[in-house]
């Protein structure tokens, strides 16, 4: 089982982007999910996560009041928002999904992942 990530491309700094999740052989609908990011050079790093119901939120200091996680569950699909883009947003974003008892922090809570779609910021 996949997630697919989709919507990265090139984006000036300041600007707005938004990226989709979905899966075709899972119902996204009962599980927590996140967006990671990884950085040329650098761990991959949370970003942030959505409960299943949709009312719990975390989100990394980093973006915080920048980005915004959401979900469709009618479309199977997973969201983030990405506002006021700053180069050092530029990376590979990943979805994820996973069981456990609420939307984590951690990459090794999740057990299905995307393939990545890059996003880059241009100053």
């Known amino acids: 089982v996949q997630l697919q990530a989709s919507g990265g491309g090139l984006v000036q700094a300041g600007g707005s982007h938004g990226l989709s999740c979905t899966a075709s052989?899972?119902?996204?609908?009962?599980?927590?999910m996140g967006w990671f990011r990884q950085a040329p050079g650098q761990e991959r790093e949370f970003v942030a996560s959505?409960?299943?119901?949709?009312?719990?939120?975390y989100y990394a200091d980093s973006v915080k009041g920048r980005f915004t996680i959401s979900r469709a569950s009618a479309k199977n699909t997973v969201f983030l928002q990405m506002n006021s883009l700053q180069p050092h947003d530029t990376a590979v974003y990943y979805c994820a999904a996973q069981l456990r008892s609420g939307p984590t922090r951690r990459a090794d809570d999740y057990d299905y992942w995307g393939q990545g779609t890059l996003v880059t910021v241009s100053s």
């Open positions: 052989e899972l119902t996204l609908r009962p599980y927590h």
């Open positions: 959505v409960s299943w119901h949709g009312g719990i939120t």
